[in-house]
């Protein structure tokens, strides 16, 4: 699926517990897959959901969670 020029397909691989969809106000989200998180993971500055207007935000959202994640 590509939508607005991005292969979401590519997001879903190089992220595969993360799902992504886009608002009608063209947004991007990513939310955990299958993970709820724990208040304490939360202070830790682990994120349920990420959102940007660009892919590029995103994706750098996402690496901080897992550098944030590789941390904990």
Do not use: C
Request: hydrophobic share 40%; charged share 25%; glycine share 6%.
């Amino acid at each position: 699926m590509t939508t607005l020029g991005y292969d979401v397909d590519a997001l879903r691989t190089a992220f595969p517990n993360w799902s992504f969809f886009f608002s009608d106000e063209g947004v991007l989200y990513a939310t955990r897959r299958g993970v709820r998180l724990e208040d304490s993971e939360i202070l830790k500055g682990l994120h349920q959901t990420v959102s940007a207007n660009d892919v590029e935000t995103v994706v750098d959202l996402l690496q901080d969670q897992e550098r944030v994640a590789a941390m904990s």
